[in-house]
T-cell receptor, first 117, second 115 residues
Framework: KAGVTQTPRYLIKTRGQQVTLSCSPI?????VSWYQQTPGQGLQFLFE???????NKGNFPGRFSGRQFSNSRSEMNVSTLELGDSALYLC????????????????FGPGTRLTVL | AQKVTQAQTEISVVEKEDVTLDCVYE???????LFWYKQPPSGELVFLIR??????QNEISGRYSWNFQKSTSSFNFTITASQVVDSAVYFC????????????FGTGTQLKVEL
């Protein structure tokens, strides 16, 4: 089975611009979560999408948004970029539930390294 | 509030030594899930293990073993006979009931295994 894929792998943007990151989950996984990793704040949860609905949201400003499509692929958008948005953005997919059992192990993609100048 | 503490910022060992990475967690929930992830220099987080709060059985997988103790709120990870390929940052994480799929991560422990 193919793993989680994220595109692009690297991005350089300038302050004030916006950016869209894409994530394709493992086949059959319906939950996609996004995390931001920075040296100062570590790994922080952004949001989770399941069945095209946002199920959970972390403590980030409204400039960070996302969506999920019917094929479970997800996109994350950051508007009006700030220098502090420079980070590794990680996407993770999870089966969530199947046959009444909880499968909350999350499998991560390689990440998108965003640099804001 | 949920919290995961990994007090060891960096550990250096010589190959073939055993090493234990500590993880202490805080949660008010009685049902929760604990995880360990490995992050090699490439950056991708690799899932190692999931443990639920009602299963305190320790687990061994090859050179890896995990010790879960609810009484001390700890979920420690031991690598036996470490190898250079084990060099990475290791993260302990927690999901609590009602938190959906939100992983709360510790700050990570950088493990360096030298020849």
């Amino acid at each position: 089975k193919a793993g989680v894929t994220q595109t692009p792998r690297y991005l350089i943007k300038t302050r004030g611009q916006q950016v869209t990151l894409s994530c394709s989950p493992i086949s059959g996984h319906r939950s996609v979560s996004w995390y931001q990793q920075t040296p100062g704040q570590g790994l922080q949860f952004l949001f989770e999408y399941f069945s095209e609905t946002q199920r959970n949201k972390g403590n980030f400003p409204g400039r960070f948004s996302g969506r999920q499509f019917s094929n479970s692929r997800s996109e994350m958008n950051v508007s009006t970029l700030e220098l502090g948005d420079s980070a590794l953005y990680l996407c993770a997919s999870s089966l969530r539930t199947s046959g009444g059992r909880l499968y909350n192990e999350q499998f991560f993609g390689p990440g998108t390294r965003l640099t804001v100048l | 509030a949920q919290k995961v503490t990994q007090a060891q910022t960096e550990i250096s060992v010589v190959e073939k030594e055993d090493v234990t990475l500590d993880c202490v967690y805080e949660t008010r929930d009685t049902t929760y899930y604990l995880f360990w992830y490995k992050q090699p220099p490439s950056g991708e987080l690799v899932f190692l293990i999931r443990r639920n709060s009602f299963d305190e059985q320790n687990e061994i997988s090859g050179r890896y073993s995990w010790n879960f103790q609810k009484s001390t709120s700890s979920f420690n990870f031991t690598i036996t006979a470490s190898q250079v390929v084990d060099s990475a940052v290791y993260f302990c994480a927690l999901i609590f009931t009602g938190g959906g799929n939100k992983l709360t991560f510790g700050t990570g422990t950088q493990l360096k295994v030298e020849l």
